[in-house]
Nanobody
Framework: VQLQASGGGLVQPGDSLRLSCAASGLRLDNRAIGWFRQAPGKERQGVICIDDNDITISYVNSVKGRFTISRDNAENTVYLQMSSLQPEDTAVYFC????????????????WGQGTQVTVSS
């Protein structure tokens, strides 16, 4: 089982970015997939999640209305669309999979991608 997060980069404030979480050896369409982020010197935090019924939950108030999670079952990929990015969004972003229901607790997830760096700076 392998999750591969990609799509990070260096962007300016106000820009958009789409992260991808592709899976091999694991179907994502019947899993809850969460995106987490870890800024330098901070704990890894749950950002947003999509469950097996495609119900989405945002855990960070500052990303509500700016970040959207979606799933492409044909591609076995989950996306994180980020818009109006701000410097405080700078972090390494990780995707993770677990059973059926979402959780903001990182310990609830048992499959993790390697992380992709997002840097928002002018």
């Amino acid at each position: 089982v392998q999750l591969q997060a990609s799509g990070g980069g260096l962007v300016q404030p106000g820009d958009s970015l789409r992260l991808s979480c592709a899976a091999s050896g694991l179907r994502l369409d019947n899993r809850a997939i969460g995106w987490f982020r870890q800024a330098p010197g901070k704990e890894r935090q749950g950002v947003i999640c999509i469950d097996d019924n495609d119900i989405t939950i945002s855990y960070v108030n500052s990303v509500k209305g700016r970040f959207t999670i979606s799933r492409d079952n044909a591609e076995n990929t989950v996306y994180l669309q980020m818009s109006s990015l701000q410097p405080e969004d700078t972090a390494v972003y990780f995707c993770a999979a677990r059973g059926y229901r979402c959780s903001r607790d990182r310990s609830a997830f048992n499959s993790w991608g390697q992380g992709t760096q997002v840097t928002v700076s002018s």
